[in-house]
């Protein structure tokens, strides 16, 4: 009975007046095209030479498709294809007389894209003359070349077209992956000569969602064209248009053609269906992963599902605690997808296609939440509404510092984020705490299983992979461990050990002691602290009252432990299923060389006297200069990148004290010599010297496998500051007596050099590299007693 009503509507369909007026003018389409095609089969000659002369290109079979449906889609076959509904809908055609030009660059689009099989890059190039066509019929044609806009416009059409195609590429490798059932379906007839024929309408009904409308007919006429209250049903339309089209394309026979617009008429009245709403995506009682979407910047949960039908106006999302009464429902938390403004309503149209978020990180959602969504229609219309219920499993994986040094100002979540205090990226050496998040959760029988930590040199930006090294492992195992599973922040650079909690006895009985494992807090050691020696060994236990361990691995020894890298979270659940975050980070445990040469000269443990540098008389208001050589010199993390943080040198320091004088002595300005009362400044930003590959006694080379390798060469010592020696004389300065020398005295005096950088060196001396040097001298004031100097201090 069913077939016979479906045969009695076809036969009805047929035999309608509209249907066959329209089909006559599709007939009068064809007709010279198949005179012509007759005629060339009696003409060989001639056939062979339009060959010869005519080869194929691109513009003849768009000019030929311009050809054929200019002449059949006019406004009255227009309007005798619609149904009576959208006749109402639409008025006179003065009013949307820019829908039906779009329509026919639909057609046209669907007729081209199906002519033949099309790879993704061939689909883009007719997407790219559907774009023309569309942008020249509306009055606003593409410029030559393309303009900014226009490209960005194009590009977002071609990202939804991969968008769009990207399900039809995963079923086909499925296919090509699993092809064992394959044989059993075709010898069956589950698998026939229709096989396929849906996928590219599929393509299609992706494609042309609301979301791209601006980019494909340009911002003003979206902006024009959206208040028409027939916006809606031109999208419609012209989903039933590029079908049509593609199914005109691959029709062998007339009455295939003729199937073909039967099909375009019952797609036009579809149209007109009552509201649909439906949710596809999280499924009904489906553990749904928590993500974020950099689009609209949400972490949360992707709504996808369907919101159209006849003379819808918009939609709207809400959720609930799935405990919680009706009444609990709320919008709060909720981004709706473009091209709706994010705080709603929804746009019509949308069809298995994201409606919106549940923003998980704007307050507390519970695991488990119910998720309404309603589609209204016009005045008048019963609205449409469904719900599901589903559980969140929450992915908070990412590494927010290292050292308290916080990820830059696009946050844990960008894969290029620099660790930067006081917007200066820096560097880190030796030992280091990483602190993050690493937690999954909670779907019944699916939680988190362990964390690692891996590094890869270079910046990366794309996780999981080959090439990572793990450095760093705790896992969640046993009851006790699980127990302790932390859900907020701590320090992912932690160990498992065991430790009882045992209760005071009395009142207790003794040995009361309830059994409990920790996690400690420790550092990472990614290198020797001082170039040469050896970086502590890392064991842990996995289980800390079992036997099996893993043992810290330092990163790789090549440019001496230093170097650009990408440290790599990640969180594996119970399902074997994997979660990641990468930060990119300098780390630096490169030598720092600080030493003094020479003093005036001499080499350390030498003497001098004040004659050899006061002019004849001694004048008190002048300088007494003399230099202080060596060397106040930080690596480079990379050689030759003289950017921030590979260049990171700090400063230097240097001070000088009479022997018995509290240390460290009075500082010296830089770069001297100064004049009394000889003040700031103090600290020179400048490298000064260099150690060399080969150094001379006191000072250890360059990093030997440093990547590039440094320019081989001696070490060079320069100018540190010129020292005022009056400064040491009692007469010219009797402001300072616990420094200066009485005429005809002599005594021991130390400088003291201090260098260091700006990396974060939790290990090392003030928490970065420094080094000290010492430089031993005996001064005596050989200057004559008698009557001060001219310029004398008194």
């Known amino acids: 009975m069913a077939e016979e009503r479906s045969t009695q509507v076809q036969h009805e369909e047929l035999h309608n007046e509209d249907f066959q007026f329209v089909l006559r003018a599709l007939l009068a389409t064809y007709q010279p095209i198949l005179e012509e095609l007759l005629r060339l089969s009696r003409a060989p000659e001639e056939l062979k030479k339009q060959v010869e002369g005519s080869p194929p290109n691109c513009e003849d079979e768009v000019a030929q498709a311009n050809a054929l449906f200019e002449k059949f889609l006019t406004e009255e076959v227009a309007i005798r294809s619609l149904p009576p509904e959208a006749r109402q809908l639409l008025g006179p055609p003065e009013r949307w007389r820019w829908c039906l030009l779009h329509i026919r660059c639909c057609i046209i689009f669907g007729w081209l894209v199906c002519r033949g099989p099309r790879t993704f890059r061939a689909f883009a190039y ?41 399900p039809y590429l995963t079923d086909q490798l499925a296919s090509v992956e699993f092809p064992a059932g394959i044989p059993e379906e075709v010898m069956s007839g589950k698998i026939d000569c229709f096989e396929g024929l849906e996928a590219s309408g599929e393509v299609f009904e992706r494609l042309i ?90 972490l949360g949960v992707e709504i996808v599902g369907t919101a159209t039908g006849g003379f819808c106006t918009h939609y709207t999302l809400e ?40 923003n998980t990180a704007v ?23 469904t719900t599901v219920e589903f559980q969140i499993f929450r992915q908070r994986v990412w590494i927010t510092s290292v050292e308290g040094v916080l990820t830059g100002p696009n946050g844990v979540l960008d894969p290029t984020a620099q660790l930067m205090a006081g917007g200066v990226v820096k560097s880190f050496g030796s030992a280091l705490g990483i602190t993050g998040r690493a937690w999954v959760g909670q779907c019944t029988g699916r939680e988190i299983k362990r964390f690692t930590l891996s590094y890869q040199p270079g910046f990366v930006v794309v996780a999981g992979g080959a090439g990572w090294t793990q450095f760093w492992q705790v896992d969640y195992l046993t009851a006790l461990q699980r127990k302790e599973i932390p859900d907020a922040e701590f320090t992912l650079t932690s160990f498992w050990y065991y430790q009882p909690i045992c209760l005071p006895s009395p009142p207790f009985p003794p040995g009361t ?31 800390p009252q079992a036997g099996p361990t893993w043992t810290a691995q330092q ?66 208001n002048v300088p007494w200069p003399a230099d202080l050589l060596g060397i106040a010199y930080d690596e480079y993390i990379s050689e030759g990148d003289l950017s921030i943080p590979s260049d990171n040198f700090g400063g230097y320091e240097l001070w000088i004290k009479k022997d018995g004088a509290p240390d460290p002595g009075v500082p010296l300005p830089v770069p001297g010599p100064g004049a009394p009362p000889w003040g700031p400044p103090f600290v020179g930003t400048n490298r000064v010297g260099d150690p060399g590959t080969v150094p001379g006694p006191g000072l250890r080379p360059k990093c030997s496998t ?25 007469v010219c300065n009797p402001a300072e007596p616990g420094l200066t020398l009485s005429r005809g005295e002599c005594c021991g005096y130390v400088l003291r050099l201090l260098v260091w950088d700006t990396s974060v060196v939790p ?18 004031n050989d200057l004559p007693a008698g009557t001060p100097p001219p310029g004398v201090r008194g």
């Not at 593409?142 to 194009?154: C, I, K, Q, Y």
């Not at 902006?223 to 209250?229: A, S, T």
């Not at 309830?514 to 289980?543: C, E, H, M, N, Y």
């Open 126 to 166: 007719y997407l790219y003359r559907y774009w023309r066509c569309v942008r020249q019929v509306l009055g606003t044609p593409v410029s030559t070349p393309p303009t900014a806009h226009e490209r960005e416009d194009f590009q977002t059409l071609v990202v939804a077209l991969a968008a769009a195609f990207k």
């Open 209 to 298: 969602q609301e979301d791209v409308a601006p980019a494909l007919l340009g911002r003003k006429a979206f902006e024009q064209h959206q208040q028409d209250p027939f916006f809606w049903f031109c999208r419609c339309w012209c989903l039933c248009g590029i079908r049509f089209g593609c199914c005109l394309a691959r029709a062998r026979s007339l009455p295939e053609a003729v199937r073909c617009l039967l099909w375009y008429f019952r797609c036009l009245r579809d149209c007109f269906q009552p509201l649909v709403c439906k949710i596809l995506k999280p499924a009904l009682n489906a553990c749904a992963d928590e993500q974020y979407f950099p689009g609209p910047n949400v």
């Open 319 to 358: 959720w609930k605690d799935a405990a919680a009464p009706p009444a609990a429902y709320t919008q709060v938390g909720i981004v709706y997808a473009s091209p709706a403004p994010p705080g709603g309503p929804g746009a019509c149209g949308k069809v298995n296609a994201p409606l919106g978020y549940l």
């Open 363 to 385: 307050g507390p959602v519970p695991n488990s939440v119910s998720v309404r969504l309603c589609v209204y229609g016009a005045a008048g219309t019963t609205p449409c509404c």
């Open 513 to 543: 002691c309830f059994p409990k494992d920790w996690l400690g807090a420790t550092r990472w050691w990614t290198g020797p602290l001082i170039p040469g020696s050896v970086a502590p060994t890392q064991t842990f236990p996995i289980d």
């Open 555 to 620: 990163v790789f020894p090549l440019n001496c432990h230093s170097g650009k890298y990408t440290l790599q979270l990640d969180v594996e659940d119970t399902t074997g299923a994997h979660y990641y975050d990468i930060q990119q980070i300098w780390i630096d445990n490169k030598e720092i060389h600080g030493k003094i040469a020479q003093y005036a000269g001499v080499p350390p443990c030498s003497s001098l006297t004040l004659s050899q540098f006061a002019p004849p008389g001694a004048p008190c």
């Open 706 to 730: 440093a990547s590039p390798a440094p320019p081989p060469g001696p070490e060079l010592s320069n100018r540190l500051l010129t020292i005022d020696m009056r400064r040491l004389d009692a």
């Open 763 to 780: 290990a090392g001396s003030n928490g970065r590299h420094e080094i000290e040097h010492h430089f031993p001298v005996c001064i005596c």
